[in-house]
């Protein structure tokens, strides 16, 4: 799209399921894999937002290197 120049994007395969959300952990995972994700991502850890949560203060980082930290959707699942 037109922000790809502004924004750093990857765009990877999207698998089909009917619902396009639970491309989200796919898409996640394929990134991650991906060499892209070396060359694009030099920040110890990454937090992923849906487009329309509002952080009405700061979020402690419950991650380490060794745990990651996550809300379960449990609608969402990487195959």
Not at 21 to 45: C, G, Q, W
Not at 46 to 63: G, Q, S
Request: cysteine-free.
């Amino acid at each position: 799209d037109q922000w790809m120049d502004e924004i750093p994007t990857v765009v990877v395969p999207e698998r089909s399921s009917g619902y396009p959300v639970i491309n989200r952990p796919h898409s996640m995972l394929a990134f991650v894999n991906s060499p892209k994700f070396a060359e694009t991502i030099k920040e110890d850890y990454v937090y992923i937002a849906e487009t329309d949560h509002i952080m009405l203060r700061p979020m402690p980082n419950l991650a380490t290197e060794s745990m990651p930290a996550a809300f379960h959707f449990g609608y969402m699942i990487a195959v």
